[in-house]
T-cell receptor, first 110, second 112 residues
């Protein structure tokens, strides 16, 4: 059974600081997604990582994928309050079935 | 920008009643998904359609849940009878050719 684990589960960080969220998964997959969810809202697609070594960046967020280590990271640079949300990674199985991680709740304070 | 539409946005019902949720995917997206998200957890797939055919419903509690996508466009998810443990957010998503899933706003269900 595929397991997707994220850490930390909760992250409280000061504006301007850097931090990394980790996503580990237990079986082979060549496709990994990152989503953002604001409280009470739906999921917004952030990144799709399709191959080993893939790196994508959008604003203050950068995601990477190491399929050999079964690890993806979401790096936050110089955090701002608007980044406060819950971040989910999801691993794709056959027929594009997504298995979501536990989520990381990020709170950025002044 | 095209979006996945869902209705209703909120639903309060009593246990043992029937509820139904509707989803209209982004035009041209052949693959449609229904997920359930319990508060504080990640979404879990209930059912996946490719056009009008079910691809995966292994996690769908078939004694009380049903889903259909008769014409391969919009879809309905039904629960009958609803139980207290069904309280959750029900999310619909559709997938484009680049294999990204786009999620609708969700239906928040509360069973009393």
């Amino acid at each position: 059974e595929l397991k997707v684990e994220q850490n930390p589960l909760f992250l409280s960080m000061q504006e301007g600081k850097n931090y990394t969220i980790y996503c580990n998964y237990s079986t082979t997959s060549d496709r990994l997604y990152w989503y953002r969810q604001d409280p009470g809202k739906s999921l917004e697609s952030l990144f799709v990582l399709l191959s080993n070594g893939a790196v994508k960046q959008e604003g203050r967020l950068m995601a990477s994928l190491d399929t050999k280590a079964r690890l993806s990271t979401l790096h936050i640079t110089a955090a701002v309050h608007d980044l406060s949300a819950t971040y989910f990674c999801a691993v794709s199985l056959w027929a594009d079935k997504l298995i979501f991680g536990t989520g990381t709740r990020l709170q950025v304070f002044p | 920008e095209a979006e996945v539409a869902q209705s209703p946005r909120y639903k309060i019902t009593e246990k043992s009643q029937a509820v139904a949720f509707w989803c209209d995917p982004i035009s041209g997206h052949a693959t449609l998904y229904w997920y359930r998200q319990i508060l504080g957890q990640g979404p879990e797939l209930l059912v996946q359609f490719q056009d009008e055919s079910v691809v995966d419903d292994s996690q769908l509690p078939k004694d009380r849940f049903s889903a259909e996508r008769l014409k391969g466009v919009d879809s309905t998810l039904k629960i009958q009878p609803a139980e207290l443990g069904d309280s959750a957010m029900y999310l619909c998503a559709s997938r484009d050719r680049q294999e990204t899933q786009y999620f609708g706003p969700g239906t928040r269900l509360l069973v009393l």
